[in-house]
């Protein structure tokens, strides 16, 4: 490393005022000592520099890449960011500590090239709703504040990872763990709901899983007031995400009540047992209108240990006519209690390290549509924001899928109306033997009627 490259590096470091000149000269001290370097005459490698800095603890892996490309600004008024954690709805999310409390929280940046006016405004507004919640089922908002240009809001830090993460890495939960982290987001929402507040974006990525299996809901960037649909900036539009929306949110945006939510979080409950969502596949139009007008999968087809009142509950939970749904989520709550039972500790396993550069601070890139944009046709959250009738207008027939309603009816006759079994599938080799012999019996006995009525007929001038 040269001269300049190593000033640059010394630079950056005392800038950023993460590390002190005695800080720094340990670390050279202890890297030319484990190098066995001459005191004076060589140089340090920078990786080297960087590795022992983080060691000593002085910076973390996060801020020694940063400070390595050159950027020294990792604090947001007396926040020290440690970390990248990822997007939110409205932006980039870090973790942080508090320089004097020395406490640990995730700081959510609204970006600077998409701070308009409108979005301030709205990021404002996000920053009152959640200040107005406190419940241990709730992501609780700690501070908020402006450096400089930056806005920011600072919330607990949640340890573990979102339930979709969670289901992607290591499968569907068991009916009691996936019982015990709805149950619980349940509770959250219902303390919204008191409030007035319409969470409008429930899904697997907004409920936090701890280790220990305690469940916070995240992410009220989208949550209304009801009484101020006038004043709503979002009011008749279509907000939330596409493998989430309820029927009603899709029909008429202006109209959404609490049972919205109540409908996403059964939909959240059908992909934590299934491992997938109820309409995977499709773009965000096809997942509204099959919302709007399809039934999912029967979730034993996929989760075959199911209990059938555990489905029932799913069932109450998605109903697509809201006043036939489940209206409160107390109901919820008491509904899952039997399922649930004690609090479950769920492992959450480490996630490999990213093959990507993480992203600086404070300025980010966005997506254009809300969340992390994966993509698979399994588990993807397909986020929309339409304005007035754009996915309201959907049309097209029900594409019912072929089902033994008889029995349907008798052994899951509260669900019937809710999810469908699979199609008669002729892949099958068990299935196409089925067929054949069935067309036998019925074309043989039809085949030996035809004979003897055409032989009846020719012998009867001979009678």
Known sequence: MSSTTRSKFRSYALVSKLVSQEQYDAAVAVVRAGALMPTETTEVDEAALATQLIEMKVLTTYQAMQIRSGRTKLHLGPYVITDSIGHGGMGQVFKGIHRMMGRECAVKVLPLHKATPDAVNNFMREIRLQAQLDHPNLVRAYDAGVDGEVHYLVTEFVPGMDLRKLVRSQGPLTQQQAASVVLQAARGLAEAHARGLIHRDVKPGNILVTPEGIAKVSDLGLAGFMEEADTDPRAGKVVGTADYLSPEQINNPREITTVSDIYSLGCTLYYSVCGKVP???????????????????????????????????IADMMEKDHTRRIQTCEEVVARLEQFAGELVPIASPKSPPSPWTTQPMPVVEEDRLKGDGAQDTDASDHSVSSGPGQLSQVTGALASASQDTATMIKNFHKSSGIFSFPPFNLSQPQNALSLILLTLIIAVPISMAAGALVATMLLWPFR
């Open 279 to 313: 309409y995977p596949g499709g773009t965000a139009r096809d997942k509204a209108r099959r919302h709007r007008d399809e039934t999912p999968w029967h979730p034993r087809r996929f989760n075959p240990e199911l209990h059938e009142e555990f489905v029932d509950v």
